[in-house]
């Protein structure tokens, strides 16, 4: 494979960094960063290392939580003392 230059690499940066940005402010164009299937997909990862650890079975999910104590308890995140979030 050849080695890209330093301006190439540069550029090419440059693109990721303004593609990332737009993104972030909404941009529709912004498409080619991958967060529109990035994040669902790292969701869907999370949610089933959860699942793993309750073991066999049908699950039911309603966005918040699952139906098993066992994976929310992995759902949950606790914050040290000044950390926590509001709302």
Not at 48 to 60: D, E, P, Q, R
Not at 72 to 77: S, W
């Amino acid at each position: 494979l050849p080695i890209p230059s330093n301006a190439e690499l540069e550029v090419e940066e440059v693109r990721i960094i303004r593609e990332f940005l737009g993104a972030i402010r909404g941009n529709p164009g912004a498409i080619n960063t991958g967060l529109d299937f990035s994040i669902p997909l790292a969701k869907t990862l999370m949610l089933s290392n959860a699942l793993a650890f309750a073991g066999k079975g049908t699950y039911a999910w309603d966005g918040l939580k699952t139906s098993s104590a066992v994976a929310n308890a992995h759902l949950q995140h606790g914050y040290r003392k000044g950390w926590e979030i509001g709302g």
